[in-house]
C-alpha cells in the first residue's frame, strides 16, 4: 500500500519533501478502500513531513481545518482528533508572535483542558506528541529553560522506533537539537565561571 510504504519505509532514506504528494495520494487512496486508520497514519505523516521541509505554512494550516472537520465527520477517536488539534496549535504559534509560544494554548486547542480529557494510554500518547511539538517549539524560539523540562519528558521516548518513522524522526531531530544547544550553552556558562573566578 502506499501510504505504509511512503511513510514507514520510503521516508526512512529519501527526503521528507519527496513523501509529501505520495500521502496525500495515500491518504485519498485509503478513504476509497474506508481505511480509517491508515488514512489518520497518512495526515500525521505528511503534517510532519510538511514542517520538517520548511514550506509555507498557510497551506498546512488550510490542510489541518480540513482534517480536523472529517476526522469530527468521521467519528475518529477522540485522540486523532486532539493529534490534528496539536499540529493545528503549533502552526498557528509559528505563525504568529503570543506571549509564551511553547505552550499550545490558542485558536485550536489549550493543551491543559485537551489533557483533561483523556486518561490511561491516551493521555499518555496525547502527552507525548504535545511534549515533542513543544520541544520543537522551544527549539525555534529558543526557550532552553522549557527544552530542558521537555527533555526529562521525553527521554522515555528517544529509542523508541515508530512505524511512523516521520514522526520518530521528528521527536529524535528536535530532542537532539536541544541537548546539542543545552550542552553547548552548560560549556559556555562554566567558562564564563571560570573566567570570573580568575
Not at 21 to 50: F, P, Q, W
Not at 111 to 138: F, W, Y
Amino acid at each position: 500500500m502506499k501510504m505504509v510504504s511512503t511513510g514507514c519505509v520510503f521516508a526512512a532514506v529519501r527526503s521528507f519533501n519527496s513523501c509529501l504528494n505520495h500521502l496525500v495520494e495515500g491518504r485519498a487512496d485509503c478513504l476509497k478502500a474506508g481505511l480509517a486508520k491508515e488514512s489518520v497514519m497518512s495526515v500525521i505523516s505528511y503534517s510532519t513531513a510538511y514542517l520538517c521541509v520548511g514550506l509555507p505554512l498557510e497551506p498546512l494550516k488550510a490542510d489541518l481545518i480540513s482534517y480536523g472537520k472529517d476526522s469530527r465527520q468521521f467519528g475518529s477517536p477522540y485522540t486523532v482528533q486532539q493529534v490534528i488539534m496539536i499540529f493545528h496549535q503549533t502552526v498557528l504559534n509559528l505563525q504568529e508572535m503570543v506571549e509564551n509560544p511553547t505552550l499550545l494554548c490558542g485558536e485550536a486547542m489549550d493543551q491543559v483542558k485537551e489533557l483533561q480529557k483523556v486518561q490511561g494510554n491516551g493521555l499518555k500518547m496525547t502527552l507525548r506528541d504535545i511534549n515533542s511539538h513543544r520541544m520543537m517549539l522551544a527549539v525555534l524560539y529558543n526557550d532552553w529553560e522549557t527544552a530542558e523540562t521537555l527533555m526529562e519528558a521525553l527521554e522515555e521516548y528517544i529509542d523508541v522506533n515508530e512505524v511512523m518513522v516521520l514522526r520518530g524522526h521528528f521527536r529524535r531531530c528536535y530532542i537532539g537539537f536541544a541537548g546539542f544547544s543545552l550542552r553547548r550553552k552548560g560549556k559556555n556558562s562554566q567558562r564564563r565561571e571560570k573566567e570570573l573566578s580568575l
